[in-house]
């Protein structure tokens, strides 16, 4: 049966150019390389990419270009960052990849209304991931490492231990590339039909939950975790709200907390002389436990800092300044929301909340709504991404990657993907 869908009908009257999909592929497959285009190119092809394909978009369906359902309650956070960022320090940046994200949601919802190309993207995604996570590991077999050439290092030696920073020149950074790649990769592989293919998908999902291992981002290894299990409950359940997935997902985080404390033991031993040596740690866990009591530490001074800033935050930039006024520690918030509350107010928390609470609305219909299982499958791995960014997210302030509002952009895109295929 034809699909009625007038958007579809329109943009089939004035078809986009072939490279226009594949613009947006590259845009995808480059975003895991991070800083290290930046460093190699001077710029970010996304920000380049994005707003040209705006416009290329904008000339062809002029008059008729549908905006994307959550553009409305976006644009509000975005308004509402803008009195923290014009008081704030280097804030040019920030807006600019905030405005773009406006752009990057008009464009997949307006182009992309097939399943088809979204797991083209998806794919590329994954196949940024696995170059970038091969150059990384390539370290430990040959010596080179890939980002020195350019001035960012991928790997760092702590207490005898290898650190994997990636491209970011940060773990939890890095860590924030690799993890959405997990569940897209896991639902590839459970609903690839040959063996080739499954072999194939195999090695990519080891390769980058090495990569992702070294890094030592313990919040985002367990939500790759916490991943893998829900993308398993999806393959024969149509939601992700389960009280008995609940329960498995309580179980694994005990049983990772246990796993935890075993493994930094060992690490303690095998890094005992060399912690010594250093004078700066006595151990590898004690630096864990630093990180972790400073992140505890500061929680009442940055409330503190909220409340007395409530309605538009004290300004992109200044928190770091604030909390070592008040704690003596140069640090940030390491953590999206409290991130959000601090430098922007109470109103930007509160609309970036209603933009994924849509997102995950659309998600979860559209899972409800696929016939096949390989469709329900994708969906459920597009939304678990979502997911575990944001539970990464807690831990790691990431509302400027690319890759967030990419997957909060998608679910209005799929939930009308499905539409189309029904029809």
């Known amino acids: 049966m034809e699909t009625t869908d007038p958007l579809s009908m329109r943009v089939r009257s004035k078809p986009l150019l072939p490279g226009f999909h594949m613009l947006v592929m590259f845009v995808i497959f480059t975003t895991p390389f991070g800083e290290l285009l930046k460093?190699?190119?001077?710029f970010s092809p996304a920000k380049l990419i994005v707003p040209g394909l705006f416009l290329y978009l904008l000339s062809v369906q002029f008059g008729r270009l549908k905006l994307h359902p959550l553009t409305g309650v976006y644009s509000l956070f975005v308004a509402f960052t803008i009195p923290s960022l014009i008081i704030g320090v280097d804030f040019i940046s920030v807006l600019l990849s905030l405005i773009g994200y406006i752009f990057l949601?008009?464009?997949?919802?307006?182009?992309?209304?097939?399943?088809?190309?979204?797991?083209?993207?998806?794919?590329?995604?994954?196949?940024?991931?696995?170059?970038?996570?091969?150059?990384?590991?390539?370290?430990?077999?040959?010596?080179?490492?890939?980002?020195?050439?350019?001035?960012?290092?991928?790997?760092?030696?702590?207490?005898?231990?290898?650190?994997?920073?990636?491209?970011?020149?940060?773990p939890n950074g890095f860590a924030s590339l690799l993890l959405p790649a997990v569940p897209l990769t896991l639902s590839f592989l459970l609903t690839s039909k040959t063996k080739f293919g499954k072999l194939l998908f195999s090695m990519v999902m080891i390769t980058m939950?090495?990569?992702?291992?070294?890094?030592?981002?313990?919040?985002?290894?367990?939500?790759?975790?916490?991943?893998c299990i829900a993308i398993h409950h999806c393959v024969k359940n149509k939601s992700v709200f389960s009280l008995w997935l609940f329960t498995k997902l309580l179980i694994l985080l005990i049983a990772l907390i246990m796993t935890a404390s075993i493994f930094l033991l060992?690490?303690?031993?095998?890094?005992?002389?060399?912690?010594?040596?250093?004078?700066?740690?006595?151990?590898y866990s004690e630096n864990k436990e630093m990180s972790g009591g400073y992140r505890t530490l500061v929680l009442n001074p940055m409330l503190s800092i909220a409340l007395d800033n409530l309605f538009f935050g004290v300004g992109f930039g200044n928190v770091k300044p604030l909390m070592e006024a008040l704690t003596g520690l140069y640090i940030n918030s390491h953590n999206t929301p409290f991130g959000i509350l601090m430098d922007y107010g109470i109103f930007a928390l509160i609309f970036i909340c209603i933009t994924v609470a849509h997102s995950c609305r659309n998600y979860n219909t559209a899972m409800k709504n696929a016939d096949l299982v390989e469709n329900r499958l994708f969906i459920s791995s597009l939304f678990i991404a979502l997911g575990a960014m944001i539970f990464?997210?807690?831990?790691?302030?990431?509302?400027?990657?690319?890759?967030?509002?990419?997957?909060?952009?998608?679910?209005?895109?799929?939930?009308?993907?499905?539409?189309?295929?029904?029809?």
């Open 266 to 283: 060992i690490i303690d031993f095998l890094t005992a002389d060399i912690a010594g040596l250093s004078g700066e740690y006595s151990s």
């Open 392 to 423: 990464h997210g807690l831990f790691h302030e990431m509302y400027i990657n690319l890759m967030l509002w990419f997957f909060i952009a998608l679910g209005p895109v799929v939930k009308r993907s499905i539409r189309h295929v029904s029809s």
């Open 39 to 42: 460093s190699a190119l001077g």
């Open 105 to 170: 949601f008009q464009i997949l919802f307006n182009y992309s209304f097939s399943l088809d190309k979204i797991k083209d993207l998806a794919g590329t995604y994954i196949a940024g991931v696995f170059v970038i996570s091969s150059l990384t590991l390539q370290f430990f077999i040959t010596g080179v490492d890939f980002g020195a050439q350019f001035g960012k290092p991928f790997v760092e030696i702590w207490l005898g231990f290898p650190i994997v920073s990636g491209p970011s020149n940060n």
């Open 209 to 227: 939950l090495l990569t992702l291992g070294i890094t030592f981002s313990r919040s985002a290894i367990a939500a790759s975790l916490f991943a």
